[in-house]
Structure formats: C-alpha cells, structure tokens
C-alpha cells in the first residue's frame, strides 16, 4: 500500500438530495426524481440542450429488475425521458465483467430491463464495444485509465448506481459505479495487480475521476444488504438520491445504513485525499430529511478486512490471523451448475470445475471476491472462519 497524501483540491460543497419514492410505478419515480433534481437547482445546472449524455447504469451481470442487483430499468428511463424533455440526448450503457461484445451486451440490456426502457424513453443503448487510454493527470495511482470508448462519444456523464452492499469494498455506490468505464476483462487485471483494499479504492476513486460524471442519481428504492453486491437480499429504502458529487452522495448513502468513511475504504481514501472533509462538515442535504430513512437494521456484508490490516499486532499474531481469519469465498455445492463464469472471471485464476461444480483453491486467492459477484445462481458467498467471528 502506498502512502497517501492529498493530490486532489476539495470539491465544491455539493448538496445531496433525498427524496421518498415508494415503488417503480413510472410516474413516482419520474415525480420524486423530478423533485431531486429541482433540490439541486435543476437538470441545466449539469446538462445543457443539445448534449449527449450516457445513463452509465448498473449492469453487472444478467439479472431481472426485480433481484435487485442492477439499476431498475424505471429509474433509467425516468432519466432519460427527463433529459429527452431538456433537448438532450440519453445513451444508455455499460460494460459489465466479463467480454464486452455487441451480442453479450444486447443479451445484457435485455435481461436487465433496459433495452425495453430504451424503447419507451427513445434513449439509444451503446454497443460502441472499443476502449482506448484516457490520460488521467489528477489520478494518485493511475495518470491513464484504459477506458470505454463510449466516453468518447457524449458530451456528459451521469452515474446511475444501485444502492447495495459488497463483499470486498463493504459498499458500492456512485463512484464505484464509474468502474464500468473499464472494459471488461481489464477489470480483473485491476483486481490483481491491487489485492490491498486501499490501493484497490484508490483506483475507484481514480477511474471516476477520469469518467468526471457531472451528476450521479442513485436507485435506492429497493437496496441490496447481506450478500451483496449481486447475491444479497432486498431492503426496502424507499428513495432517490442525486447529487453532483458522487462522494458526497456515497457518503450520504453509508450514513443511512449506519457506515462511517472509516468503515468504508473508498470513503476513507477519499479523506485522505481532501476529497470529503473528515470531520463532515461538507455535508449538505436537501430534499426530505435523510435522518426518515436511516436503517440501522440493515444488514453489512461479510468481510475480514479489519483483520487484515494487522500492523498494530505483534507479527506471530499478525501472521497467524492472516492465515487463519481470513474470509474467503466458498461455493455452495448445492445452487452451483458449474457454469463457468466464476473461473474465467477471477482475477487469480484459482478456480476450476471439478465434477460439475466449480473448486477454489484458497491459498492464492486475492479476496476480491469477483466470483461471488458474478456469479448467476448465488452460489457463492463469503465465509467468514470461527476464529475470525470470535476476533471481531
């Protein structure tokens, strides 16, 4: 891990809308979406008419609207009918794990709902499947970042995550979102090259950077706890989000289910590098209160990444909690078909099917747990050893 200072210059102090939004019902969410971004001073403060703009959507991998593990199709064309009526022009698109082809991603876009919103919206959906270096100059650890050219093809860039949990980063919202902007295989180079958790959080907050969205609206109104990010349960949070700063509405998002910046370490490198004040003094909200959606019950993924910052411990501790209280991703036999998809996206190349049934050899494991986040039948989760639980 490398030292941090910080490299780049405090944000404007943005404002941070909330608003209730009880179901998908297209003119609720047009409604409260409306009314988020009225809070912000309006959609002419971050797109002017005439622009192209791309909706960067969740899209993770294949998943019906209704498991929650990606942007819900109404919120995006609710987006995009707004942007229509500005005189903008929405692009809807995303380049989820995995190869990134036009037929993978028609196959995507309709699994997930979006190509029906694209229809409704007039939206056009991007199979612009080309990447090239974007250079990077406020980046910490990456001055380029190989990116999608479908940047390179609008004017602006708004961030649509799903508001959800995740095994590795603990959460993942607007500015993990902008990840999607690396093409898909690259993503796993990123994971191998960084398996500490903060370097790994410094190259989010770099990638989003260098995707500089002017506006990031989030879909909270079905949230993912547990076993996220595509393997959770639902929770009910009942909102939208928009803020024109992705950290700040990130922040914002981990205070409504009870996670600090130090519990978080994208959040925690983002005060580090003067992005978010430490103190959270910049926090600006708007919209209806945001203390009538906390939910404290709401469930944190499993993860050992407090045991794996073990500086302060005498070094035999340190090394035997490091073999022994890791978590690690396991497979339950029992919902896995053996497709595959965990083996050819995992970074390390650990895994393999064995009668079936896919096998992780846990030794070399980076604990980025991709296997888990893309797996299609929730076969995997993260397994969390005895003497880890009675550590914590």
């Known amino acids: 891990m490398i030292p941090i200072n910080p490299t780049t210059p405090p944000t404007p102090t943005p404002a941070v809308s909330v608003r209730r939004c009880g179901s998908y019902e297209y003119g609720e969410v047009r409604e409260a979406l409306g009314q988020a971004l009225a809070d912000l001073g309006?959609?002419?403060?971050?797109?002017?008419?005439?622009?192209?703009?791309?909706?960067?959507?969740?899209?993770?991998l294949r998943k019906k609207p209704e498991d929650g593990a990606t942007t819900h199709p109404a919120v995006v064309r609710?987006?995009?009918?707004?942007?229509?009526?500005?005189?903008?022009?929405?692009?809807?698109?995303?380049?989820?794990?995995?190869?990134?082809?036009?037929?993978?991603?028609?196959?995507?876009?309709?699994?997930?709902?979006?190509?029906?919103?694209?229809?409704?919206?007039?939206?056009?959906?991007?199979f612009n499947c080309g990447a090239s270096v974007r250079p990077n100059p406020g980046g910490l650890l990456l001055k380029s970042v190989?990116?999608?050219?479908?940047?390179?093809?609008?004017?602006k860039v708004i961030s649509m995550p799903k508001f959800k949990v995740h095994g590795m980063m603990t959460y993942t919202g607007a500015v993990k979102n902008m990840f999607g902007v690396v093409p898909g295989l690259a993503k796993a180079e990123y994971h191998l090259n960084m398996p500490d958790y903060d370097d790994f959080a410094?190259?989010?907050?770099?990638?989003?950077?260098?995707?500089?969205?002017?506006?990031?609206?989030?879909d909270g109104i079905e949230a993912m706890e547990g076993n996220g990010p595509s393997g959770g349960d639902i929770y009910r949070m009942n909102c939208v989000m928009a803020s024109g700063s992705p950290f700040h509405l990130d922040r914002a998002a981990c205070a409504m289910i009870g996670l600090g910046a130090g519990d978080v370490p994208l959040l925690r490198n983002a005060v580090l590098r003067g992005i978010l004040a430490e103190d959270g003094s910049d926090a600006v909200y708007a919209g209806d209160p945001p203390e009538a959606f906390y939910?404290?019950?709401?469930?944190?993924p499993v993860s050992g990444r407090s045991l794996m910052n073990m500086e302060k411990y005498p070094k035999p501790l340190a090394r035997f909690m490091d073999r022994h209280a890791k978590t690690r991703p396991a497979v339950r036999k029992e919902l896995c078909v053996g497709c595959g998809e965990c083996a050819r996206n995992c970074p390390a190349k650990v895994i393999g099917i064995e009668g079936g049934k896919a096998v992780i050899?846990?030794?070399?494991?980076?604990?980025?747990?991709?296997?888990?986040?893309?797996?299609?039948?929730?076969?995997?989760?993260?397994?969390?050893?005895?003497?880890?639980r009675l550590f914590s």
């Open 202 to 218: 410094n190259a989010l907050i770099d990638v989003c950077l260098c995707a500089a969205p002017v506006l990031s609206v989030m």
């Open 42 to 60: 309006g959609l002419a403060g971050f797109v002017s008419p005439g622009e192209k703009v791309l909706l960067k959507v969740n899209m993770l």
């Open 361 to 388: 050899s846990c030794g070399k494991c980076i604990r980025c747990y991709c296997c888990q986040e893309l797996c299609p039948k929730k076969a995997v989760e993260i397994h969390k050893p005895v003497i880890a």
């Open 146 to 155: 190989r990116a999608v050219d479908m940047l390179n093809d609008v004017d």
């Open 295 to 300: 939910a404290p019950g709401f469930k944190k």
């Open 78 to 126: 609710a987006m995009a009918d707004i942007l229509a009526a500005h005189g903008a022009e929405p692009v809807i698109g995303d380049s989820p794990g995995g190869l990134f082809t036009p037929a993978l991603l028609k196959a995507q876009y309709q699994g997930c709902g979006f190509d029906e919103a694209a229809r409704l919206s007039g939206a056009r959906l991007n």
